[in-house]
């Protein structure tokens, strides 16, 4: 479905934009926005509308530096610009949006009066995924962006999958909690942060007491429950913009408080056992009403473990206090 007669989209300012030969994309596809980028107003409001007549989104600038400007504060997957522009030429634009850095894929399409072999080769080596005549047919113009809309929504596809199958690689998939393979990444960080910065930093070692009788009398859907519950409630003691809290085991836990000392961090774990022990949690096979244990590990930026066995210290001793916490013998007083 294209426009009768191409028409030079430069030479016909007359073109019905109502026309039904243009192509539309569905109203269900992800709208896709480009960025115009040519110094003639009536270039750049001609384009803008064919494009929104196609489902794009329209950003438009007169030079490269005000193209920049957008690109850093709108997301943009397809830029159409042209070769000469003010500030710098398109190829210096194409040039840097290569090494810029932006956090996702932009095509770019470079629509030129400029048509020698030359110039095609240069706009492509410069980093243009397509290169397209100002001469050329409106429909192919359209056709050639659609292209683009088509590729950088499969690189945003793939982008968003990556990042679901990192997030899933270091999340306990019955809880929502991060799993072992999280803490043992993340916690190194924290240490080293710790000790850079000379800030204190706790970290609450967890176990539901006597979880083995839930599953055995209630059964293990009721179990989970469990777990899910501890979760819920441990999160909600937590700030949300630091504190993390990690599922280690079958019933235990580890929450990490960076800029916590030792009265703060019996604070949290005395809360996190108040709301506990306030209200039983809803199973399939009735209300279950648990405790947890806490242990409590807080560290002064001089006590903070280094070397390549830091991690496993810090573990050892959080491990130690949980079982002190069992004994009565721990800092945490309710």
């Known amino acids: 479905m294209f426009?009768?007669?191409?028409?030079?989209?430069?030479?016909?300012?007359?073109?019905?934009?109502?026309?039904?030969?243009?192509?539309?994309?569905?109203?269900?596809?992800?709208?896709?926005?480009?960025?115009?980028?040519?110094?003639?107003?009536?270039?750049?409001?001609?384009?803008?509308?064919?494009?929104?007549?196609?489902?794009?989104?329209?950003?438009?600038?007169?030079?490269?530096?005000?193209?920049?400007?957008?690109?850093?504060?709108?997301?943009c997957q397809i830029v159409l610009t042209d070769w000469d522009i003010p500030d710098m030429d398109g190829l210096a634009l194409c040039r840097y949006l290569r090494t810029a850095g932006f956090e996702s894929y932009i095509y770019v399409v470079m629509l030129t009066v400029r048509g020698a072999k030359q110039d095609v080769l240069a706009g492509l080596a410069a980093g243009a995924d397509d290169y397209v005549s100002k001469g050329t047919p409106i429909e192919e113009i359209l056709a050639r962006i659609e292209i683009g809309r088509r590729i950088t929504h499969v690189e945003h596809s793939l982008r968003a999958s990556n990042r679901e199958n990192h997030r899933l690689s270091v999340t306990d998939p019955l809880t929502g909690a991060h799993n072992l393979r999280y803490l043992m990444k993340h916690l190194p960080r924290e240490l080293a942060r710790s000790k850079r910065y000379a800030h204190p930093l706790a970290i609450l070692t967890c176990d539901i007491d006597s979880f083995k009788e839930v599953n055995d009398r209630f059964g293990h859907q009721a179990g989970d429950q469990v777990l899910q519950a501890f979760v819920a409630r441990a999160a909600s003691c937590l700030r949300k913009a630091c504190d993390w809290l990690a599922r280690i085991g079958g019933d235990e836990f580890i929450i990490v408080l960076p800029e916590t000392t030792l009265p703060g961090a019996n604070s949290v774990a005395q809360k996190l056992r108040r709301l506990l022990r306030a209200q039983p949690v809803t199973t399939n096979t009735g209300l279950i009403a648990f405790m947890a244990s806490v242990g409590v590990t807080a560290l002064a930026a001089a006590d903070v473990p280094s070397g390549p066995t830091a991690v496993q210290d810090l573990l050892v001793t959080a491990d130690r206090n949980l079982y002190a916490c069992k004994r009565g013998e721990a800092h945490v007083i309710d």
């Not at 430069?10 to 480009?34: E, F, G, N, W, Y």
């Not at 750049?44 to 007549?53: E, Q, S, T």
């Open 3 to 75: 426009l009768k007669n191409p028409t030079n989209i430069m030479d016909d300012p007359r073109i019905d934009l109502h026309d039904t030969l243009i192509p539309h994309s569905s109203d269900t596809q992800a709208q896709c926005r480009v960025l115009i980028v040519d110094n003639d107003d009536l270039i750049r409001a001609r384009l803008a509308a064919l494009l929104a007549v196609s489902n794009f989104a329209v950003e438009v600038a007169g030079g490269g530096e005000e193209a920049l400007h957008i690109l850093r504060q709108v997301t």
